[in-house]
Structure formats: structure tokens, C-alpha cells
């Protein structure tokens, strides 16, 4: 089945940094010894959604 079938489970959004806070996280990164910068900021996300959720039933998966 060719790719271009099958729905997308994920959105391309291009959005800005301040050049510290790369570097911040890259650092955090190589200290993890191996690291995907997506993956880091997808899971900051996770976990800033969950610290906000007011009365909402925001799905995290």
C-alpha cells in the first residue's frame, strides 16, 4: 500500500525557538546520550498538557 493511502497520524507545524533555549536542549539531549529533538519536545508538551488540564478532557496519548 503506498504511503499517500494511508491517513496521517502526525502534523508538520514549523514553530520557533529563542536560540538559548536550543541550546539548552541540546545539551539535555547529549547528556541523555542519545536524543531526538521531536521526541524531547513532543513529551514537554505531554507533560505541560497534563499539568494544565482544568476541568478539560484533553486525550494524551
Known amino acids: 500500500m503506498s504511503s ?3 491517513p496521517r497520524r502526525t ?3 514549523n514553530i520557533r525557538f529563542p536560540n538559548h533555549m536550543i541550546e539548552q536542549i541540546n545539551i539535555a539531549l547529549e547528556h541523555k546520550g542519545s536524543g ?3 521526541a524531547w519536545v513532543i513529551e514537554a508538551c505531554r507533560r505541560r498538557l497534563s499539568t494544565e488540564r482544568s476541568g478539560m478532557n484533553y486525550i494524551i496519548k
Open 36 to 38: 531526538n529533538f521531536s
Open 4 to 6: 499517500k493511502n494511508r
Open 11 to 13: 502534523t508538520i507545524r
